[in-house]
T-cell receptor, first 118, second 110 residues
Framework: DVKVTQSSRYLVKRTGEKVFLECVQD?????MFWYRQDPGLGLRLIYFSYDVKMKEKGDIPEGYSVSREKKERFSLILESASTNQTSMYLCASSLPSLGFTGRTGSQYFGPGTRLTVL | GEDVEQSLFLSVREGDSSVINCTYTDSSSTYLYWYKQEPGAGLQLLTYIFSNMDMKQDQRLTVLLNKKDKHLSLRIADTQTGDSAIYFCAEFEGRRALTFGSGTRLQVQP
């Protein structure tokens, strides 16, 4: 079974603090993703990575950065946390999709980190 | 751009069938997915369907895809209280990450 773990389930930080959210997967997946989940908005993609040291912006990258130094680990960084970054953060990993070969690119999710910024 | 829409809420009685609907706009979608999220947990992949299929059945779950209307549905037979959760529809067109709907909260009444 794929296992995706996130460093914290709950986190409380103050405005202006630098925040690190860590994600580790144990299935040698090339792709890793960070989403935030807010009520009524579903999941919104922040950043994703196709390989070590590679990253691409998602739909809402402002205020965030990421780091992927090792294949199994993908970190989300809030350089200066703000109250509007209070949210549930979900990490996911997947193999690359290969068309209709059966490699579907299905994403596997961690349990989430609920971040509160005061 | 891609857009995936779902109704926000569905309530059913235990033992009835549930049907959760989803519409999407990207005609180049290759895969469509259903995920389940229980309270306080991450998303769990329930099932997926290739865009060249129109139906997939997996035990109590039936996925129907109408590619012409860009409509996807998830039918849960004999719905149980343990099925209460948020269900997300997602689509993937092969280039980047999944695009998720806003989720449908399924409430199962005993």
């Amino acid at each position: 079974d794929v296992k995706v773990t996130q460093s914290s389930r709950y986190l409380v930080k103050r405005t202006g603090e630098k925040v690190f959210l860590e994600c580790v997967q144990d299935m040698d997946h090339e792709n890793m993703f960070w989403y935030r989940q807010d009520p009524g908005l579903g999941l919104r993609l922040i950043y994703f990575s196709y390989d070590v040291k590679m990253k691409e912006k998602g739909d809402i990258p402002e205020g965030y950065s990421v780091s992927r130094e090792k294949k199994e680990r993908f970190s989300l960084i809030l350089e200066s946390a703000s109250t509007n970054q209070t949210s549930m953060y979900l990490c996911a990993s997947s193999l690359p999709s290969l068309g209709f070969t059966g490699r579907t690119g299905s994403q596997y999710f961690g349990p989430g980190t609920r971040l509160t910024v005061l | 751009g891609e857009d995936v829409e779902q109704s926000l809420f569905l309530s059913v009685r235990e033992g009835d069938s549930s049907v959760i609907n989803c519409t999407y706009t990207d005609s180049s979608s290759t895969y469509l997915y259903w995920y389940k999220q229980e309270p306080g947990a991450g998303l769990q992949l329930l099932t997926y369907i290739f865009s060249n299929m129109d139906m997939k059945q997996d035990q109590r779950l039936t996925v129907l895809l109408n590619k012409k209307d860009k409509h996807l549905s998830l039918r849960i037979a004999d719905t149980q209280t343990g099925d209460s959760a948020i269900y997300f529809c997602a689509e993937f067109e092969g280039r980047r990450a999944l695009t998720f709907g806003s989720g449908t909260r399924l409430q199962v009444q005993p």
